[in-house]
């Protein structure tokens, strides 16, 4: 299975640190039954900007995200550096279609400054790698898993990312091969 | 995974829905959406949904509360989230009046959302587990479930199914190990108080203090070693049914406090000065011939008519023989399997012997007699020498005296059931046949230490 990745370009100061695409890339094919293909960049939908919440819609961004997909990628995973949210919920890490072709990962709030912190690359490019794992294993059909280590748990605030490792549980594991056949 | 449980998000915005439904997907719920009030409703007549997330500002005729109400309506025990873009305690206040379980303002932080619906499915999961277990404890007791086809036990079943929805108190009257307290928990089972709680207490098991502080409770500092409140058996049965075993053998004071009990429904936990109320359907139980303890003045009169309001006398197994081998079978297939040995059968010999046997500790004996039978078991088949304990019976080792009288006897097996047991009384009960309540009165009137 090919997963396409790509950077949704977003004003300057709001850019995906360089690494962090590569760690993703790298994470999805030691993690995931997939082969990673880099694709083009593609400019963030302005429609998707919501000016009083100050956030990007992740369904609005997911509809452009499918629209503009290339011919023969399956599946792609978006990748941003603005806060993204769905109407009913303040903030979302990322959003994936439950085995669908297009999700998309935020790396916003992965960033210790999104917490008034000094900033650490090497725990950006961890979170980003577990987020990018995540948001994958949607694509594939996996759903949350209740495991404490598995990628696949839910992760509600920045600290239970760190606490979760980047790999499917077990479990999660046996299902992907049950999907994969 | 969670597919079970599914899930229904009601709002005219579309991207409001679809957006919470792939959220709650990605969670491995199954979730539907609706756009209107309208067609939610119709969802919900198709399906029961386990949580109802509803927008509470809706066009169309059917906002966010009429939704709530009908759905509430088609379904009582469903979970409804209301969701607004604003907070007033007034719509608040409405919402949960009418059966909102929880009501949140959007955008909420998705760890509120992820706990909310954690701890509802955790809740559903909990309902139906006590579902589940509540209908296997009917399905045991229910009265097909009581094993006989003897005319005289069948009329006995058919009276304690007319009796099961009454208030009225039932004496059960049986020799020991006829199965009274079966009969008790199957009339309770069936009916309208099924789901409120059965105790049983044996009043044999416990001296007359100990038997008032437990069926009535005790006031904190009533006593030495009381140092709380504690609710007593008939607090306990509130709204059920509290089963009195060997009714026969309680004392005179604690024969005037249940007298009391029955007739006014209230009583005093023991060292309280506050009347207790409670609504507890009594059925009474005992071996002995409680109108011979009313003449002999050892049972007080109007308290034997009090509880005798419904009789039920459960024939001993000697004389509904027809019953043995339904009996015998439904054991080995119940005991072989709870100790996961293959027994199949009981041999024609075997059943022939058992039909044959008098049988004084009655169905309780037969049971054991096959537990025993099937634990030294070789085959498949149970055959009469697996049942040769019940030729000899020990009887044979017994040196008995000239001026033997037959309670010397009883005294005589019961210290020696106790004495190959090491003073166990479950297990002597169980060797002697009798029920552990019925043993302790023997112990009791014996002067037997254990």
Redesign the interface.
Known sequence: MVVGVFELRTPEDRAVPQGVIPAMAAALEQCLPVRVAGLKPLEIPQGAYDAR?AQW????VLESVLASLPEGIPKALAVTGVDL????????YG????KGRAGVVSVARLRQEFYGLPGNEALLLERARKEAVHEAG?LLGL??CSSPGCVMR?S??VGQIDLKGEAPCPSCAARLREVSA | MKPQWQILVVDDEEIMCESLAAWLREDGYLVDTASSGREAVELAKKTDYAIYFIDLKMPGGMDGIDTLMEIRRLHPDASIIIITAYATVDTAITAIKEGAQEYIVKPCNPEEISLLVGRIIKVKRLQRENLILRKKLQRRYQFHDIICKSPRMLEVLELAREVSSLRSTVLIRGESGTGKELVARAIHFSGNRAQKPFIAVSCAALAETLLESELFGYEKGAFTGAAERKKGKFELADGGTIFLDEIGDIGPKLQADLLRVLQERSFYRVGGSEEVHVDARVIAATHKDLRALVEEGKFREDLFYRLNVIEIQIPPLRERREDIPLLAGHFVERISHELGKPVEEIAQDAMRLLMDHSWPGNVRELENAVERAIVSCRGRTLTAEDFSFLRNNGAAKIQMPDNLTLADMEKLMIEAALRRTGGNVKEAAASLGIDRSTLYEKLKRYGIER
């Open positions: 919440r819609s992740a369904p609005a949210f769905i109407p009913m919920l303040s903030f979302v959003q994936a279609q439950l949607h759903v949350h839910l509600v605030q």
